[in-house]
């Protein structure tokens, strides 16, 4: 999901001339980063899971969802010292974000209606000929004879 982005964004950025050299270097240690995350990760979270950006040492993931959270929540305690010990200059801490896919909107849907029964045609006629002439006898009539 993001990682397509990342990398033809990575693709653009690298070996320009125009790029400076420091966001050079962040994007060749986010690529090492996601690399090594990638060789960590069980395969169904690294769909899920994708690093975000460094700063001031602190390794901010996102996640699709928070159940997906969750599961990393309880590796953490293993990944994390593998991170520090690969990037020891880089990596103190890590934080986990939620940022759940966009989705396209639902349609507005419309309530279908329902036919009426003959039976349940001949209860609203009875009832409203049973009744005094009123707002509501007139509009069950209108639903009595309604198909």
Same mark, same amino acid.
């Given at each position: 999901?993001?990682?397509?982005? $990342?990398? =033809?964004?990575?693709?653009?950025?690298?070996?320009?001339?125009?790029?400076?050299?420091?966001?050079?270097?962040?994007?060749y240690?986010?690529?090492?980063? +996601?690399? $090594?995350?990638?060789?960590?990760?069980?395969?169904?979270?690294?769909?899920?899971?994708?690093?975000?950006?460094?700063?001031?040492?602190?390794?901010?993931?996102?996640?699709?969802?928070?159940a997906?959270?969750?599961?990393?929540?309880?590796?953490?305690?293993?990944? +994390?010292?593998a991170?520090?010990?690969? $990037?020891?200059?880089?990596?103190?801490?890590?934080?986990?974000?939620?940022?759940?896919?966009?989705?396209?909107? =639902?349609? =507005?849907?419309?309530?279908?209606?329902?036919?009426?029964?003959?039976?349940?045609?001949?209860?609203?006629?009875?009832?409203?000929?049973?009744?005094?002439?009123?707002?509501?006898k007139?509009?069950?009539?209108?639903?009595?004879?309604?198909?």
């Amino acid at each position: 999901m993001f990682k397509l982005k $990342f990398k =033809k964004l990575s693709k653009l950025l690298k070996n320009n001339t125009l790029i400076p050299e420091s966001v050079s270097k962040q994007l060749y240690v986010m690529e090492n980063i +996601e690399d $090594f995350l990638s060789n960590m990760l069980p395969n169904d979270l690294k769909q899920h899971c994708y690093p975000l950006n460094v700063r001031n040492k602190k390794l901010v993931l996102v996640i699709d969802s928070p159940a997906w959270k969750s599961r990393l929540h309880y590796l953490l305690p293993t990944i +994390e010292p593998a991170l520090r010990k690969k $990037f020891p200059k880089i990596i103190m801490d890590i934080e986990l974000k939620i940022i759940p896919p966009s989705l396209p909107p =639902k349609p =507005k849907l419309t309530p279908a209606r329902k036919e009426l029964t003959e039976q349940s045609r001949g209860i609203i006629t009875s009832m409203a000929d049973g009744m005094e002439d009123s707002d509501l006898k007139r509009s069950l009539e209108r639903l009595g004879k309604h198909r």
